[in-house]
């Protein structure tokens, strides 16, 4: 996939936060402050909702449940992928200790001195490496975050370069990982897919080689969280993504449902799923992709680990023959995956706008 060329990027200096952490604790430049409109408010960043009840899936019942369990649980994750966009798997058979070992590696990585984070830098325009991704001009607001990301699967995405040496076992954990994360994409797809009357394997027919990245998001403490977001407003370009919210991490995810930005509490050793643009499209809009964004907080830390699940570059996609007919006319265009992909990486985030690309009728949003 190609990068947008690193020379017609003016993206201006874009401060490392954990650094402005520690060396001027309250001062928030500019560049991070946002518009008003934008800001999070009190309400926002409430620990709880009474929309908050984010729908539970216990993959267990799914796995090795009776007749009865998975027919009751295919329809729990129906009503959850077309009513929220966004659940929790529990009893997601990766091992617990697996998980852990991520978040201490993943922890131990942002942990380190600058210097040598910056040794596999982000370059402008990419979204492998260390530092601020979707960044594109010197006036765009910055997120108050740090990442690390790398491609995954198929083996020829990978930078090696951007591999760490350090911590010794980082690289080997997230290959371990990563396998069992896809190994549960893979699964959750094929019930996705039986909850909506097709085969299970009609996803995977579709997908081909399927694309895999994972990114590591730390977000430090911020003195005045009410001006500033951890992550911008948008919707995912995957067909899955997978999260991992670190334990003692505070509530930060918010999920935009009914217009209100909802904070999803996690529960230990779940993780969170939701549907990305990719299923929006072949579903033709049963299934829609949800905007979410990440919240600061003034006195805790937080990390969280996030898996994109994807089809292959190479296929095209558009709304499978089952969703659409007379009454349901096709809402999105047929389109290369890795054109997508690209046209994706190389905007900021805003919302759903990316999706744009793929729409027949741009909805006016007015």
């Avoid at 190609?2 to 200096?13: D, E, M, Q, Y």
């Avoid at 904070?263 to 905007?291: C, F, H, M, W």
């Amino acid at each position: 996939m190609a990068p947008v060329p690193i020379s017609t990027l003016n993206v201006g200096h874009i401060d490392d936060v954990q650094e402005l952490r520690k060396t001027k604790p309250k001062t928030i430049p500019q560049r991070f402050v946002r518009d008003m409109t934008e800001r999070p408010t009190l309400d926002d960043t409430a620990l709880s909702s009474p929309q908050s009840d984010l729908p539970v899936i216990d993959f267990s019942k799914l796995s090795k449940g009776n007749k009865e369990e998975v027919l009751s649980e295919l329809c729990k994750l129906a009503i959850a992928c077309e009513e929220w966009g966004f659940f929790q798997v529990i009893n997601h058979e990766i091992d617990l200790n697996l998980l852990e070992s991520i978040e201490n590696m993943s922890r131990e990585f942002f942990m380190q001195p600058l210097e040598e984070k910056q040794k596999y830098p982000m370059a402008p325009g990419t979204v492998q490496g260390y530092g601020q991704a979707f960044v594109f001009s010197e006036d765009q607001k910055l997120d108050w975050c740090n990442m690390f990301a790398l491609g995954i699967e198929p083996h020829y995405v990978r930078n090696p370069n951007l591999w760490p040496k350090k911590p010794a076992r980082l690289s080997e954990t997230i290959e371990e990982y990563s396998e069992g994360i896809r190994k549960l994409c893979q699964y959750l797809l094929e019930y996705i897919a039986l909850g909506l009357g097709l085969k299970g394997d009609a996803f995977e027919k579709v997908f081909g080689a399927a694309v895999q990245a994972i990114r590591m998001n730390y977000y430090p403490p911020c003195s005045r969280p009410d001006l500033v977001l951890g992550l911008s407003p948008h919707s995912d370009g995957s067909a899955l993504t997978v999260l991992q919210q670190a334990k003692g991490s505070p509530v930060g995810l918010q999920i935009l449902k009914n217009s209100t930005w909802v904070p999803v509490q996690p529960i230990p050793n779940a993780l969170v799923i939701n549907i990305g643009d990719t299923l929006e499209v072949l579903t033709n809009g049963k299934y829609r992709s949800v905007e979410h964004r990440a919240v600061a907080h003034e006195e805790q830390d937080r990390l969280s680990i996030v898996t994109f699940y994807a089809p292959s570059y190479e296929v095209e996609l558009g709304p499978m023959q089952e969703f659409f007919d007379e009454n349901h006319p096709c809402k999105y265009r047929r389109y290369n995956h890795g054109e997508y992909s690209k046209h994706y990486v190389t905007n900021k985030l805003q919302g759903k706008k990316t999706l744009d690309f793929a729409k027949i009728q741009v909805e006016n949003t007015n």
